[in-house]
């Protein structure tokens, strides 16, 4: 009943919008495998007839943002194969009501079944972390600020929720430690200082972009002297924000040169706004990856034949 292959089509829409095929294949396999647990559907196997077929939707049982379509469909052909269809209703990235019809399915009523969890489970939470995005995304705009994620993520599903990010019209930081280098406070006392550590990485890895940790406003003017282009204030009021905003700014008066500022921990809905005000270019909120709850989805049965 499992591991059948996902149609050609449906590896090409998951390739372009940056994920990876085979990884999210290999996730659904290991999913599915867990909650077999080495056996069998028993529930399912015991009360479905073998040739039973049936249409069933995918429903949202509250507002938010929709991501996650093409990976639930994704289980849906690893489980249910070929014979299944999956016709979803609304995109990736769409704002739905409540009692929205996400998608509807046709497939052998058993494999269905099996299928729900692991399809649920990920659409779901995928669903929560763009609907959290949405509400940050909401929060601070016009202000100019970019809302954008971090490496707080669950292990093994970055990739699928730096995506749910971006379907929730976030930005994503960096995709792994090798990608980009984040000076980070351990980092600056390991190497003696800001200046020391922003010229070893600069020394190493050139050609990557470098983003330097900051938690008071002589560390920023030595991480914009050292050159940095990227600066992260940790921690900072908004008051401090703004003299923040000020030092960046009469740098570039003097030089030309822009320092990107982005602003990061102790932050909240009630404050993001205050705080993108301050003229900052980022905001980073970990919470919508390791906090965000699920938009409730629910998979519903509706013709048996």
Known sequence: MIGHPIAES?????????LDPDAVVDLIARALAEDLGGGEDVTTVSTVPDDQRSRATFGARGAGCVAGLDVAAAVIGTVCG???????????????????????????????????RT???????????ATATAA????IAGTGAVVRDT??????LRALEKYAVRCGGGQN???????????????????GGVRGAFAAVRARAAHL??????DDLDQLREAIDAGADLVLLDNMSPTKLREAVAIAASHRDA???KVLLEASGGLSLATARAVARTGVDFISVGALTHSSPILDIGLDLVTVR
Do not use: Q, Y
């Not at 449906?10 to 940056?18: E, K, Y």
């Open 173 to 191: 930081h960096r995709m792994s430690l090798s990608d980009a280098a984040l000076v980070k406070d351990n980092h600056i006392a390991a190497a």
């Open 136 to 139: 940050w995304v909401d929060a």
């Open 119 to 129: 399809a649920l489970n990920l659409f779901c939470h995928l669903s929560g972390v």
């Open 151 to 156: 490496r707080k993520t669950t292990p093994g």
């Open 10 to 18: 449906l590896r090409g829409a998951l390739a372009s919008v940056g």
């Open 209 to 214: 972009p470098i983003e330097i940790e900051v």
């Open 255 to 257: 030089t030309g040169r």
């Open 82 to 116: 070929p014979g299944a269809t999956f016709h979803a209703s609304v995109h990736d990235g769409d704002r739905v009501a409540a009692g929205t019809v996400l998608a509807t399915v046709e497939a052998p009523t058993r494999s269905l079944l099996t299928a729900e």
